[in-house]
C-alpha cells in the first residue's frame, strides 16, 4: 500500500507540473520567459513518472531498470544544458552589448575567460 501510495504521488506531481510548464508554454510572451516553463516541466514531470516507473518495476516488479535509470540522468544533465544554449543564442542574435549589464570580464560576455588563441595556417 505505501509503495503504491509513493509511485502515485510521483506520478500526479509529474502530471502537475507537466500542466504547469504547458500553460507556462502558453501565457509566458518572451522567448526568455518561456525558456524556463519547458525546461522545468521537462525535468520535473518527465523526471517525475521515470522515477515512479523506476519505483514501480524495482518494488512491484521485483525487477532493475537499467533504462529508466539512464533515461532520468540523460535528461537532468541534458535539460539544463539546452537551455543554456537556447538562452546564450538568444542573446548573441537578440541583445547588443549596450542592453547588458557589465560583466567583470574584460571580453564581456563571452563563453571563455580569455579568447582562444589564432593558430596562424601552414602556409603563413
Same mark, same amino acid.
Given at each position: 500500500?505505501?509503495?503504491?501510495?509513493?509511485?502515485?504521488?510521483?506520478?500526479? *506531481? %509529474?502530471?502537475?507540473?507537466?500542466?504547469?510548464?504547458?500553460? #507556462?508554454?502558453?501565457?509566458?510572451? &518572451?522567448? !526568455?520567459?518561456? @525558456?524556463?516553463?519547458?525546461?522545468?516541466?521537462?525535468?520535473?514531470?518527465?523526471?517525475?513518472?521515470? *522515477? %515512479?516507473?523506476?519505483?514501480?518495476?524495482?518494488?512491484?516488479? #521485483?525487477?532493475?531498470?537499467?533504462? &529508466?535509470? !539512464?533515461?532520468? @540522468?540523460?535528461?537532468?544533465?541534458?535539460?539544463?544544458?539546452?537551455?543554456?544554449?537556447?538562452?546564450?543564442?538568444?542573446?548573441?542574435?537578440?541583445?547588443?552589448?549596450?542592453?547588458?549589464?557589465?560583466?567583470?570580464? &574584460?571580453?564581456?560576455?563571452?563563453?571563455?575567460?580569455?579568447?582562444?588563441?589564432?593558430?596562424?595556417p601552414e602556409g603563413e
Amino acid at each position: 500500500m505505501i509503495v503504491e501510495i509513493l509511485i502515485s504521488a510521483f506520478l500526479v *506531481i %509529474a502530471g502537475i507540473f507537466g500542466i504547469v510548464g504547458s500553460l #507556462g508554454m502558453i501565457k509566458l510572451q &518572451e522567448t !526568455m520567459q518561456r @525558456l524556463h516553463a519547458p525546461t522545468k516541466a521537462t525535468t520535473l514531470g518527465v523526471g517525475g513518472v521515470l *522515477i %515512479a516507473s523506476m519505483l514501480y518495476f524495482g518494488l512491484v516488479k #521485483g525487477e532493475f531498470s537499467f533504462h &529508466e535509470l !539512464m533515461i532520468t @540522468l540523460f535528461l537532468f544533465i541534458t535539460a539544463p544544458i539546452s537551455a543554456n544554449f537556447i538562452a546564450k543564442t538568444f542573446m548573441q542574435a537578440n541583445m547588443r552589448a549596450k542592453d547588458l549589464p557589465p560583466s567583470q570580464s &574584460e571580453y564581456g560576455w563571452s563563453v571563455y575567460v580569455d579568447p582562444p588563441k589564432r593558430e596562424a595556417p601552414e602556409g603563413e
